[in-house]
T-cell receptor
Framework: QQQVKQSPQSLIVQKGGISIINCAYE??????FPWYQQFPGKGPALLIA?????SEKKEGRFTISFNKSAKQFSLHIMDSQPGDSATYFC???????????FGSGTRLQVQP | GAVVSQHPSWVICKSGTSVKIECRSL??????MFWYRQFPKQSLMLMAT?????????EQGVEKDKFLINHASLTLSTLTVTSAHPEDSSFYIC?????????????FGEGSWLTVV
């Protein structure tokens, strides 16, 4: 059972464009939602995270939008750059187990 | 941000042998460490959760006798793949959560590539 559903599987964006990745969850026991960026052969790096009592969080070019009632959250990358080309994972932290459950990942390619 | 180091970065071992992967938190004390496995072009799958000084909690379907996890100190956890087989070849990643923050931020190591031949 996939607890965190992520889409799209892959995304191609032109340089300067906006990249949007969406995630949805079912388990209401999740209380923290980070996004990770992973380059090939490397471990995931924390990009930005949000708590469910906040509807939006922005850090530089990265913004998380959170819809608690719909149990959905998304990552927006503004002014996308070729260096942003990587795989992005959304995740959710279980309030009890305190372990992360990951989405299936989105492979982003930003074309110059 | 906090640093989590894994060693070795990559290892090749013969089928039937055991291999140990270390995970260290370099600048914070990690009360909890997590081990993930990631196959090529797939997501990270949680294998087990370990708390310092106690036995690891394994996810359903993960063989505890095959994947031995030790979290003997607040800065070190080890994963030993025993009697490794080619199907164990994967990217193993550890992560850690420490005392230095609210407990939500989890930092990941750089991963360890295991190839069993």
């Amino acid at each position: 059972q996939q607890q965190v559903k992520q889409s799209p599987q892959s995304l191609i964006v032109q340089k300067g464009g906006i990249s949007i990745i969406n995630c949805a969850y079912e388990n209401t026991a999740f209380d923290y939602f980070p996004w990770y960026q992973q380059f090939p052969g490397k471990g995931p790096a924390l990009l930005i995270a949000i708590r469910p009592d906040v509807s939006e969080k922005k850090e530089g070019r990265f913004t998380i939008s959170f819809n608690k009632s719909a149990k959905q959250f998304s990552l927006h990358i503004m002014d996308s750059q070729p260096g942003d080309s990587a795989t992005y994972f959304c995740a959710a932290l279980h309030t009890g187990r305190r372990a992360l459950t990951f989405g299936s990942g989105t492979r982003l390619q930003v074309q110059p | 941000g906090a640093v989590v180091s894994q060693h070795p970065s990559w290892v090749i071992c013969k089928s039937g042998t055991s291999v140990k992967i270390e995970c260290r938190s370099l600048d914070f004390q990690a009360t909890t460490m997590f081990w993930y496995r990631q196959f090529p072009k797939q997501s990270l799958m949680l294998m087990a959760t370990s708390n310092e000084g106690s036995k690891a909690t394994y996810e359903q379907g993960v063989e505890k006798d095959k994947f031995l996890i030790n979290h003997a100190s607040l800065t070190l956890s080890t994963l030993t793949v025993t009697s490794a087989h080619p199907e164990d070849s994967s990217f193993y990643i550890c992560s850690a959560r420490g005392l230095h923050n609210s407990g939500n931020t989890i930092y990941f190591g750089e991963g360890s590539w295991l190839t069993v031949v």
